[in-house]
Nanobody
Framework: VQLQASGGGLVQPGGSLRLSCAAS????????IGWFRQAPGKEREGVLC????????YYVDSVKGRFTISRDNAKNTVYLQMNSLKPEDTAVYYCATLDSGHCVMDEYDVWGQGTQVTVSS
């Protein structure tokens, strides 16, 4: 069971990036997938999650209206579309899953390796 996050990079403020979280070893149709981030010198925080029924839970208010999450079950992949990026969005972004179709913050137990997002001019 593995998750692999990709798609990070350097982007100017106001720009967009789409991160991918590809699953292997299991079918993610039945599981919730969350995105988390950790900025330098800060604790990791939850960003948002998509449940197995495509319900979305935002863990931080600062990304509402800018970040969206979606899944492509045929590709066994979840996407994080990030628009109107700000310097404070700079962080390593991780995807994670848990043994549930619901977004339960404290139960994520399979983590991807992280992808760096840097928002800077």
């Amino acid at each position: 069971v593995q998750l692999q996050a990709s798609g990070g990079g350097l982007v100017q403020p106001g720009g967009s990036l789409r991160l991918s979280c590809a699953a292997s070893g299991f079918t993610l149709d039945y599981y919730a997938i969350g995105w988390f981030r950790q900025a330098p010198g800060k604790e990791r925080e939850g960003v948002l999650c998509i449940s197995s029924s495509d319900g979305v839970t935002y863990y931080v208010d600062s990304v509402k209206g800018r970040f969206t999450i979606s899944r492509d079950n045929a590709k066994n992949t979840v996407y994080l579309q990030m628009n109107s990026l700000k310097p404070e969005d700079t962080a390593v972004y991780y995807c994670a899953t848990l043994d549930s179709g619901h977004c339960v913050m404290d139960e994520y137990d399979v983590w991807g390796q992280g992808t760096q997002v840097t928002v800077s001019s």
